[in-house]
């Protein structure tokens, strides 16, 4: 670098150097120290230019006030995918590692206008429907399950044996997904997300729905995927299985991390439980420092515009980063004086998230259960040497590894009405091969 050269200098082990000016959000560097790297970035102004992936080129808005303006713009910026200029003119192609999170698809997410309304307007009355109760005891039922499986040991990864599975069992619970269909969607939603076979996995989760899509039309229950084919709106099967791959899967990665990321701030910061805010604060400053998704909401200019300082054409990808956004010095003040529930985590705007009160409700219900029945619990590592998971989009922890007190299993209460076997499959369950994670709960739960 020259020393009349006024560029910031980029985070140590940052190769911001060799990519054209663009700032890598990606390798190790970037994931085990993603502030340094958007410390960096606010060099630039509201909106900087990075790299998602190897060649694949965006503007990350890093400043809470111009996140807000972009977030709720949507005659500006639009959402479907179809859009995206570098995709179109092959610039960046389909089995690129960030695709399957960014490549359209006709859902409610990458919709505008009177079809965003639609959709939209299905999937959040039909969210609407969660009775909080029942979701609580759903959650409850199902945290005792999974620490049953490792309560005896002693020792457990509470990312894996834990955080990552219980929001894909309430998710099939919620959703109504019986035995044989409810292991496939697991199955394809945990090698999706974790890049395993990931094209098989995305395949088995998209015939699983399918099959849901289908039972649900000839049994519909109280299920959101039968409120969701009930609605007003008409969701033909297609439209129907994209909106429930869509929150089975957008919803489980996200809920996953917050549990996790939540918990690891529980067991790295004495305060809470010395000051006794607990779960709830630890959730709010969570949601605000580390949240689950740090990068996303992407957005395409309509037409060629400036903004937040960038120079920007049409089709070029825009994602709001909600993590540096949280995060900015601007903000520190007013949080502290302000809303411990104004960030940015949950995103804003017409395309907000929509399952907010059943995530934050199944986050508090899974501590809470965790805690009380291993109090002792505590990392079984040295805070530094937790690693964190590579991506540009998520902040997620490998593993969070943990000692407790072992605890002998307790006889499960009589547990609410589960669906009768054979009629819930559809005959499927009457299979004899019931070896599945969501098959072996249904069977603990009936035993």
Not at 115 to 137: E, G, I, K, P, Y
Not at 184 to 206: C, E, P, W
Not at 367 to 372: A, P
Not at 423 to 440: D, K, T, V
Request: glycine share 8%.
């Amino acid at each position: 670098m020259d020393a009349d050269d006024t560029t910031p200098v980029p985070p140590p082990g940052c190769p911001a150097h060799g990519s054209g000016g663009r700032v890598p959000l990606y390798g190790p560097e970037f994931a085990a120290d993603p502030q340094a790297y958007y410390g960096f970035l606010r060099h630039y102004g509201p909106a900087a230019p990075v790299e998602l992936a190897p060649g694949v080129e965006a503007t990350l808005v890093t400043d809470y006030a111009a996140a807000l303006q972009l977030l709720q713009d949507s005659g500006t910026f639009r959402k479907d995918a179809r859009r995206w200029r570098a995709f179109n003119e092959g610039k960046v192609g389909p089995d690129s590692p960030v695709a399957p999170l960014l490549a359209y698809r006709p859902n409610c997410m990458f919709a505008d206008g009177a079809d965003h309304l639609r959709l939209r307007q299905a999937v959040t009355d039909s969210m609407a429907r969660v009775d909080t109760r029942r979701l609580s005891h759903s959650t409850e039922q199902i945290s005792g399950y999974l620490i049953s499986q490792f309560s005896a040991r002693g020792s457990a990864d509470l990312l894996g044996d834990y955080a990552k599975q219980l929001p894909l069992f309430v998710f099939n619970e919620l959703f109504g997904c019986p035995a044989d269909i409810g292991d496939r969607v697991l199955f394809g939603i945990s090698g999706m997300f974790d890049g395993v076979n990931a094209d098989k996995a995305t395949a088995v989760l998209f015939q699983a729905v399918g099959e849901l899509v289908a039972l649900k039309r000839s049994r519909p229950g109280e299920d959101v995927t039968s409120w969701l084919m009930q609605h007003q709106a008409g969701l033909s099967d297609e439209e129907m299985v994209h909106q429930l791959a869509l929150l089975l899967g957008a919803g489980a990665e996200p809920l996953r991390n917050l549990i996790g990321n939540t918990l690891h701030r529980l067991l790295t910061h004495d305060r809470y439980a010395r000051e006794g805010g607990l779960i709830d604060e630890a959730l709010d400053d969570t949601l605000w420092e580390n949240p689950p998704m740090s990068n996303y909401a992407p957005h395409y200019p309509a037409a060629d515009t400036e903004f937040a300082g960038q120079q920007l054409q049409a089709g070029d990808l825009v994602l709001v980063s909600f993590a540096a956004a949280n995060t900015g010095p601007a903000l520190q003040a007013s949080r502290q004086s302000g809303s411990n529930r104004a960030h940015l985590a949950w995103s804003a705007g017409p395309h907000a998230c929509p399952s907010k009160e059943p995530a934050r409700h199944i986050t508090v219900t899974a501590i809470e259960n965790l805690l009380n029945q291993l109090p002792d619990v505590r990392l079984a590592v040295p805070e530094d040497s937790l690693s964190w998971r590579h991506g540009p989009f998520h902040r997620a922890l490998s593993a969070l590894p943990a000692r407790f007190t072992p605890v002998q299993p307790v006889r499960r209460p009589d547990p609410a009405p589960a669906p009768p076997p054979a009629e819930a499959a559809g005959g499927a369950a009457a299979r004899p091969e019931r070896a599945g994670r969501w098959s072996q709960f249904l069977n603990w739960l009936t035993r």
